[in-house]
C-alpha cells in the first residue's frame, strides 16, 4: 500500500501562483509514476500532469501546459506541482495520485485525499 499526502492548497489572486506538494509513504518502491488531477465544480476529474520516478519524463495536458510545472525530489517520495500564473477557471480540488509499475497507462492505484485551490478575480 501506499498513502499520499497532499498539501499547500489554499486562496489566490488571479495571477498569482501556488506549489502543491505530495508525501508518499508506504511500499513506494512499487511505484513507477506520480500524477497530479483535479475536479472542479460540477465538472469531470482532468488529469494535469505526469511524472514517471525512474527518469522524470513528464506530460502536462494542454490546458495548464507553460503554467504549471511537475518535478520530484531527489529521495523521489515527494512530488510537486508549480502552479503559475493561475486563472479563476483553476478552482477545484486537486488530487495526487499514484500508478504501481505494471499497471496501466492512466490508471492510478493510490489517491491523496485531495486539496483545495480556489482563484479569485
Known amino acids: 500500500q501506499v498513502q499520499l499526502v497532499e498539501s499547500g492548497g489554499g486562496s489566490v489572486q488571479a495571477g498569482g501562483s501556488l506549489k502543491l506538494s505530495c508525501t508518499a509513504s508506504?511500499?513506494?518502491?512499487?511505484?513507477?509514476?506520480m500524477a497530479w488531477y483535479r475536479q472542479g465544480p460540477g465538472k469531470e476529474r482532468e488529469l494535469l500532469s505526469t511524472i514517471t520516478i525512474s527518469d522524470g519524463t513528464t506530460t502536462y495536458t494542454d490546458s495548464v501546459k507553460g503554467r504549471f510545472t511537475i518535478s520530484q525530489d531527489d529521495a523521489k517520495n515527494r512530488v510537486y506541482l508549480q502552479m503559475n500564473s493561475l486563472k479563476t477557471e483553476d478552482t477545484a480540488v486537486y488530487y495526487c495520485a499514484a500508478r504501481r509499475c505494471g499497471t496501466p497507462l492512466h490508471e492510478y492505484n493510490y489517491w491523496g485525499q485531495g486539496t483545495q485551490v480556489t482563484v479569485s478575480s
Open positions: 508506504g511500499s513506494f518502491f512499487s511505484v513507477c509514476a
